[in-house]
């Protein structure tokens, strides 16, 4: 999954997760910009399944890290162009 502001609007990935997969085809890999609102998010059409090829094709930085396991989130504070992971990171329930 990724959010239309890294797939359209052509933003970096600021944020990215990994959790349990939903269906066959999903990585469990999650894909944000950061700038995302929980409003945003929650509107139809501003997310979807996106190959992951086709979103390492948007940012490559993501690339060393699709092997990582469930539980991992990275982000990439402003300013660099490195992921560092999150420590104290918690997906939500909903």
């Given at each position: 999954?990724?959010?239309?502001?890294v797939?359209?609007?052509?933003?970096?990935?600021?944020?990215?997760y990994?959790?349990t997969?939903?269906?066959?085809?999903?990585?469990?890999?999650?894909?944000?910009?950061?700038t995302?609102?929980?409003?945003y998010?929650?509107?139809?059409?501003n997310q979807?399944?996106?190959f992951?090829?086709?979103?390492?094709r948007c940012d490559?930085a993501i690339?060393p890290?699709?092997q990582e396991p469930v539980?991992?989130?990275f982000?990439r504070?402003?300013?660099?162009e490195q992921?560092?992971?999150?420590?104290?990171?918690?997906?939500?329930?909903d």
């Open positions: 999954m990724a959010t239309d502001k797939t359209v609007d052509g933003l970096a990935v600021r944020f990215m990994r959790e997969p939903v269906h066959a085809n999903d990585s469990g890999w999650r894909f944000l910009s950061g995302e609102t929980d409003a998010m929650e509107k139809d059409g979807g399944q996106h992951l090829n086709d979103i390492a490559p690339v890290f699709l539980g991992v989130a982000e504070p402003p300013g660099t992921f560092q992971p999150v420590g104290d990171w918690v997906a939500d329930e």
